[in-house]
T-cell receptor
Framework: AQSVSQHNHHVILSEAASLELGCNYS??????LFWYVQYPGQHLQLLLKYFSGDPLVKGIKGFEAEFIKSKFSFNLRKPSVQWSDTAEYFC???????????FGAGTRLTVKP | DTGVSQNPRHKITKRGQNVTFRCDPISEHNRLYWYRQTLGQGPEFLTY????????KSRLLSDRFSAERPKGSFSTLEIQRTEQGDSAMYLC?????????????FGPGTRLTVL
């Protein structure tokens, strides 16, 4: 079955530490890839997206993600996290021309000041 | 605020009652999606509209669930004979048809608690 896996359920980091959140998917064809963030008490917001082209995608707030097709992965990175990055992060995938977007279970990031 | 709005934000109901939620998409967005999110999980796709046409429904959408988008603008999601297992956050998203580059923008959700 098509699925999206986020391996880390809860990540705790100190401010200025580097972040990498894993995302793997099981679709075999062409995919669109997204990372959404949900800050405490707020709704899902788009961080970044990949449709085609350069596999290294830059998003808002200093986040970036790299699409590695051979590994079916789209990991999220940030070189130096801030306390304000504390949030839940969701990876999402949909197949080309398919509107059924599948989400991972999410990774809760806690950044200690 | 020109984002996606949902009403009500919270709904508490007793088992067996019917509930209806409303979603107002971003104006000019012709696509509208409904998702359900339970604790500790990511959103799960329920259904999708292009203008007023309901084009796709998940198997999660049992016959107790019905969604409409009568004029291609706002949408309603109704759950009949609610069950405790229906307790969840119901999310709405909208997008402007971008072909294969569709990007969905989410509303704040309606949290349903079935007692």
């Amino acid at each position: 079955a098509q699925s999206v896996s986020q391996h880390n359920h809860h990540v705790i980091l100190s401010e200025a530490a580097s972040l990498e959140l894993g995302c793997n998917y099981s679709y075999g064809g062409t995919v669109n890839l997204f990372w959404y963030v949900q800050y405490p008490g707020q709704h899902l917001q788009l961080l970044l997206k990949y449709f085609s082209g350069d596999p290294l995608v830059k998003g808002i707030k200093g986040f970036e993600a790299e699409f590695i097709k051979s590994k079916f992965s789209f990991n999220l990175r940030k070189p130096s996290v801030q306390w304000s990055d504390t949030a839940e992060y969701f990876c999402a995938v949909n197949e080309y021309n398919n509107n059924d977007m599948r989400f991972g279970a999410g990774t809760r990031l806690t950044v200690k000041p | 605020d020109t984002g996606v709005s949902q009403n009500p934000r919270h709904k508490i109901t007793k088992r067996g009652q019917n509930v209806t939620f409303r979603c107002d998409p971003i104006s000019e967005h012709n696509r509208l999606y409904w998702y359900r999110q339970t604790l500790g999980q990511g959103p799960e796709f329920l259904t999708y509209f292009q203008n007023e046409a309901q084009l796709e429904k998940s198997r999660l959408l049992s016959d107790r669930f019905s969604a409409e988008r009568p004029k291609g603008s706002f949408s309603t999601l109704e759950i009949q004979r609610t069950e405790q297992g229906d307790s969840a956050m119901y999310l709405c998203a909208s997008s402007l048809d971008g072909g294969h580059t569709d990007t969905q923008y989410f509303g704040p959700g309606t949290r349903l608690t079935v007692l």
